[in-house]
């Protein structure tokens, strides 16, 4: 952790350090595992929704750490569901692997997203990609950092000179929302559209100003929970497709850009 922070100590609170700590020790078990030979199920009846032996690895190591350091937590997490007590006060929004087709294909575009929901907000974020070494974190009030290196999103305030990044749910031949027409209609605006496979990473770049905004029809809680605080903490904003506030546990339509463009996008994305 302290090469990753070495460049400007932040101060931030200890639960941001654990689930710093935590994102870590899982990016080290994926990064082992990475390029090896192991099992691979398929979630739900779909063929490329997928779950590794490493997916379950990584989300045992951060519950563990967390458990140990933290005993007054609880779990929503992808693999595992929820675990812990109902009633305590720190919930762990928890995605050991996200990008799990891409690392089961040998691609190198993946990583753990670690959420914290304290007092029912959200109080910090963090993403961490184990192959490129970069550490995406967010504190409420204190901003989005990138190896302790403060970030902010794009200036850009003309959708036209914008670069979108966008994923596709697993029933994507079901055409929920009309997905399918929503990406035809921004490519046929001319705008480039990027596909990475681990919506906690095009938050993160959105936050980083590598995007000017990401947005997709449906995500879970653990897809989006520390990717929501990390575009809002780097000045972007964050709703449904129609402008409302996000929820988190919704499940529908989310939009995040560098709030420049939002009303834009928006209007782009009900010509359908």
């Known amino acids: ?6 460049k400007k100590e932040r101060p931030f609170h200890t639960l941001t350090f654990l689930a710093i700590e935590a994102a870590l020790a899982a990016g080290e078990v994926l990064r082992q595992g990475y390029g090896t030979r192991f099992s691979v199920k398929h979630k739900e009846g779909d063929v490329h929704n997928l779950v590794t032996e490493y997916d379950l690895k990584a989300e045992a190591a951060i519950i563990q750490l967390i458990t140990r350091h933290a005993p007054d937590s609880r779990f929503l997490a992808e693999e595992s569901g929820t675990s812990g007590e109902k009633q305590a006060p720190l919930l762990w929004i928890v995605d050991p692997l996200d990008g799990t087709v891409n690392f089961a294909h040998h691609i190198p575009n993946f990583a753990v997203s670690i959420g914290l929901e304290k007092e029912g907000q ?24 990138l190896n302790g290196d403060p970030l ?11 670069i979108l990044a966008t994923g596709f749910p697993y029933n994507l031949a079901e055409n929920p929302n009309h997905c399918i027409e929503h990406f035809i209609d921004i490519l046929k605006a001319g705008i480039p559209i990027r596909r990475l496979g681990a919506a906690a990473i095009d938050f993160a770049y959105t936050a980083a100003g590598r995007f000017d905004g990401f947005f ?5 809680p653990w897809d989006c929970a520390a990717g929501v605080l990390l575009v809002e903490e ?6 449904e497709w129609d402008g409302a506030p996000f929820d988190l546990r919704a499940k529908k339509s989310i939009l995040a850009t560098n709030g420049h463009i939002h009303p834009q996008t928006i209007k782009l994305l009900h010509r359908v």
């Open 216 to 220: 997709e029809v449906s995500l879970a």
């Open 234 to 239: 780097a000045g972007g904003k964050v709703t």
């Open 152 to 162: 902010s999103v794009t200036k850009t305030s003309h959708l036209n000179r914008c």
């Open 122 to 145: 959200l109080f910090c974020g963090v993403v961490y990609q184990p192959i490129t070494h970069e550490l995406f974190v967010a504190e409420k009030g204190l901003g989005s950092f």
């Open 1 to 6: 952790m302290g090469d990753l922070l070495a």
